[in-house]
Structures are given as structure tokens and as C-alpha cells.
């Protein structure tokens, strides 16, 4: 009886620690390591893909890492070798001569495998013209871009030493034990989500700070449009000469959309130029500043704490804070525009619900300048808008009492107007500047600048292969079965980094996949059968709006360019903040505690072991 009692009393860290054992044997202790030694003359990709139960290679069963002339000596983790039948050794990525020194794969339980001898272990398979073995090691040259070595995985068992991983499993759970016992005053989340939102921004400056430039995807142009905005306020002709460097293969700048950020970057850049940085990671700096933001709001108002939580569930949101790019700009306005019409205390509630007067120009501005900057997000973001817009008048059907609706309904109409008003600004600077042809214009730049294989005249079979795929005859249903565009884009989301060259292994999906979809399952069955009608019509509305945004870039994957970017559905993230509020006191807690902690552990993994290790440093 006692013990039942300590198991009930314990019950949260004592999940939290299986669960951790559980991570560590399958991501540490469960996996191979890599030792490389290898000479290049340039710097280059060095591949290793495996194969098992007579399955082909794979770019999903895949281990990279970056090499450079400067480095001889790099280690990575791989899989669990005892699954392997063999490996594929892709030693570079151009036609020439490199030296393998070492390439030993170590894991517990089993012997060495040192894949370089003299007595050939690897055998040529591809665009290899020579295999050397000599004193230094073994000279590899290739007669093209992609030599392939193959070796066949023969293991032998070595020491076990199951000893040290038992005194492992106990160190976990007396660590989880002594935690919970030491942070009682935390236990709640409007006192542990802060901590996390501290250990999130303690790793997105590490990574803004550590990596190299244009690791990331599509940093160059937005650091050059970035750039602009240091000296100047208007925003440019579009066939400004000046502007060239911040055009993409495609034939198009981020100058010359109506985004917002790119300014205030380059205008904080300015302010911190005294502090000596590197040009790059000072414009870095402002997507930092903007989750500083976020972290100083939600410690000033701890009601904001429930909502915020569906940004700490993945690696995929810290990573847009770590590196310029406009997406992390997205992310904080629809966040601040959900919280304020969520929280009954909010400016903007104040406002709807006749708590101060119009004659507060102040702060009816300040909304209006939220709102405004809303409307000038990326077009996925329109259907956050749509949601958004719904929500009121979910909220004013539900929630509001029948005496003030007429008023409610006035004010959001005011407030409507007053943001189209100061996007229309914006916009209005765009024409001023480059006339009312403006689209014309940029259809010239567009044909003049673009690579050949994304011009708008280059010849249809001439276009790179992911442009225009219905009209090359492929099928929705080979981009969805075949191509695999939901999983792609899943994994994306939650953890795929650089120029979709960094990723994590497979099971890391897989329970990225389990935990967020019980905890999904979880909130629709909290609003479906314990939130009433309106919790029905409020999840109705959810997929309604998230269902759109997920079918239209699907729709766009197919029919423009084919594309699995998670961040496209970042409009995701506060629909599900709203969502989680409503439905957040109809959950049991100790359920949701676990898979949400689960989630941001997992988050933390990735980030750590999977981009900060693998994403090119500056060092």
C-alpha cells in the first residue's frame, strides 16, 4: 500500500524518468558513432547511408557532415549498426582526389568496425576511378560529383558493459527524483514555462552566434535586404541597380514585397554596429531581440503563459529565431494579436468591451499599427487572418453578452479600418515609389535576373524539376503517395535545419509524431465532448482555417513550385495558441504536463544534438 502510495505521490517524474532512460538508450547508447579522419582540397559533404532487410539507399537513412581542407578530424553520429546489412560511403561531392585516413564506427556492445585497411574494405560503386591504398591512408579519386565506396557491415560482440548503463538509467531517475523534489514552486506552468522560454533563447543566441553565414535557409537575401534598410527608409525602385545582390534564382527580392521586418532589421542592425559585430550576426541580432520580446511578455503578464506553450513544442520555431529571415516576424505579430483577443484582460478587449474610451488615441493606435502589421505578413498568414476574424465573432456569439455585441461589432469594424488604413500606408509608399506598373516591372526584373532554370520564358521541360509539376503531367496523388509531401513537410516542422541538409534520425519523427498527436487528440477531445457547442463550432473553425492553409500549400507544391517548408503552415502555431486556451481547463494535467514536457525535451534534443552539432560553425 505504502509503495502504491509513493508511486501515485511520484508519479510525474517517475514518467519523466523512463521517459528520459528511454531517449537515452535509443539516442546515445543505441547508436553508432563515427571517427573520420579525412584530407579534402575544398570543402564538401562527406555521406554515409545504410540499408537493411534488403531495402534500398535512402535520403532518409542518411548521416552527413561538412568538411573542410582547414579540419582532418570529425565526429557523428550514425544509426544502430546492428540493424545495417551495409553502408554507402559518399567520400565527396566533386571530381578529384581526397585521402580517408580513418573511418571507424564504435558502438557499445560491439567491436569496432574500422571500414579503411590496406586489405580493401570498401569497394568502388560509382564515379570512383581509383581506390589507393598508401602510408597516409587511402587515396580516393573520382571521376564525377558523386563516388560512391560500399562496405559490407560484418560485426563481431565486444564488451557489453551493462554495468555502466544501469549506473546511467539510475543517475537519470535520481536526477529526475532529486529536480521535482528541489523545484516544488515550479511545478505549475505559469512558473516552469518561463524557465523553458529561458532555455529556448539561451540556445537561439548560441546558434545565432556560432554558426556561419548563409548556413541557413535563404539567408543571403535576407541578409542583403536586410542590408538596404541600414541606410535608407523608402523601400526601392525595383530595377534599382543597387538592389541586385538581393535577388534569388527565382528572379525575385524580399525588397520588393510589402514585408515589414527587413526594415526594423537593418535599422536595429544600425543601433548595435558600436558594439563591432560581424555584419551578418548583427542582423541577426533583431530576430532575438523579437523572442526576448516574447520571454519579457509573458514574465510581465503570467496569464499569457497557457497560450504560449505551442512555442516551445518545436525546434523548428526557435530555429527562425536564430538567423534573419521575416518568418520570425510572422510568428510574434499573429502571436500578439491571438493573446490579445484571447485574454479577457488585454488591450484590445478593453477596448471591444467599452473598458476605456475611443479618446485613448494611444492605445487604440497601438492596436491598430498590431493589426496593420498583420495584414502585411507573408500570404500564409491570411488564413490566420481569416481565423482570427472568425474567432471574433465566435467570441461575440459565445462570450459576449447580448447588450454589448452592437458595440462589440462596431469597434471591430473600427479597428479593422484603422489597420487596412495603416497597411494601405505601406503599401500606398510601394506605388509612390515605383509607380502603379509596379507588377509589370517586376516581370521584367524577374525575366532579366532569374537562373535560366526559373525564368518565366524558359520552356517548360527546361524549368527545374520542382516548378510547375501538374503541368508536366504528375498527379496529386504521386506528390502526396509517391513524393511523400505531408511527411516531408512534417519533419521540416519540427526539425530540419540549413538548406534541408540536417536532420535527425528516424525515431525522432516518429515520437515528434506520437507525443503531438496524443496531445492534439487530447485538446479535441477536451473542446469535442467536454467544451460544448461552442468548443465544437471553435474546433470547427480551426480546421476549417488550418485545413485551407495546409491544402493551399499543397496546392501550390503541386501546381508551382514543389516545396516541403514546415514554416509555410507557421500560421499553425497561433490558431493552436487560441485553441489551447479554450480548452486547456478541460485537460487532465498531469497528461498534458507529460506530453508537453515531452515535446519540448524532444525540441531541446534536436536543436542541440542534431543543429547546433551538425550546422556548419564559425570556428
Known sequence: MKFLSFLIKWRQPLLLGLLLSFLYVHFFENRATVELEIQVPQK?????????????????????????????????????????????IDTHMFAGEIVLKKLLIVQRGQQALECISAAGTLQPMFHVDSLQWQDDGLHVVSTGNDPQLECTV????????????????????????FFFTFSRN?????????????????????MAAITRENVHPDEYVHLAAAEYYE????????????????????????????????????????????????????LRLFNVLLFAI?????????????????????????????????????????????????????????????????KRKLPLLLLGCLVGALFLLKKN?????????????????????????????KRMFVLGCLGLSIAGLRIGTGYAVNGMDVSARKAVVQEQLADYAYKPSTPLEDKHPFLYRKARGDSLEKIVVVDRWFEKTFRSAFGVYGYFTVSGVDIYYSMERIAGGALFLLLCIALLFRGGPAGIVLFALFVACGGALIGASLYHSWTMDYQ????????????????????????????????????????????????????????
Open 44 to 88: 564538401t559533404w562527406f555521406n554515409i547511408y545504410w540499408t537493411a532487410d534488403g531495402e534500398g539507399y535512402s535520403e532518409w537513412r542518411n548521416a552527413r557532415v561538412r568538411v573542410y581542407p582547414e579540419q582532418k578530424h570529425y565526429r557523428f553520429y550514425l544509426t544502430d549498426i546492428r540493424k545495417i546489412e551495409k553502408l554507402r
Open 381 to 409: 498568414y491570411l488564413f490566420f487572418t481569416m481565423f482570427i476574424a472568425g474567432y471574433g465573432l465566435w467570441k461575440m456569439i459565445f462570450l459576449v453578452e447580448l447588450g454589448k455585441r452592437r458595440l462589440y461589432c
Open 564 to 619: 516541403t517548408q514546415g514554416r509555410y503552415l507557421f500560421p499553425l502555431i497561433p490558431m493552436f495558441c487560441v485553441l489551447l486556451y479554450h480548452a486547456r481547463s478541460l485537460m487532465a494535467g498531469s497528461l498534458y504536463k507529460i506530453l508537453f514536457t515531452s515535446l519540448f525535451m524532444l525540441s531541446v534534443y534536436s536543436f542541440v544534438f542534431v543543429a547546433l552539432l551538425k550546422l556548419p560553425k564559425v570556428v
Open 154 to 177: 560484418t560485426l563481431q560482440d565486444g564488451v557489453s558493459e551493462n554495468w555502466l548503463l544501469i549506473s546511467r538509467i539510475i543517475a537519470i531517475f535520481s536526477f529526475t527524483l
Open 186 to 206: 515550479f511545478h505549475r506552468e505559469e512558473k516552469f514555462i518561463p524557465l523553458f522560454f529561458i532555455t529556448v533563447i539561451t540556445l537561439v543566441v548560441v
Open 294 to 358: 516574447l520571454l519579457l511578455y509573458i514574465l510581465k503578464n503570467p496569464a499569457t503563459r497557457i497560450i504560449t506553450a505551442p512555442l516551445l513544442i518545436s525546434p523548428q520555431i526557435w530555429y527562425v529565431f536564430s538567423y534573419c529571415n521575416s518568418d520570425a516576424f510572422g510568428i510574434v505579430i499573429s502571436f500578439l494579436v491571438a493573446s490579445q483577443f484571447v485574454l479577457p484582460g488585454s488591450l484590445l478587449n478593453s477596448y471591444l468591451m467599452a473598458e476605456f474610451s475611443e
Open 231 to 282: 541606410n535608407s527608409v523608402l523601400p526601392p525602385k525595383v530595377d534599382d541597380p543597387d538592389i541586385r545582390d538581393t535577388f534569388s534564382v527565382y528572379g525575385v527580392s524580399r525588397l520588393n514585397n510589402y514585408e515589414l521586418p527587413y526594415f526594423f532589421i537593418g535599422k536595429f542592425s544600425v543601433l548595435v554596429q558600436s558594439f563591432h559585430l560581424p555584419e551578418y550576426f548583427s
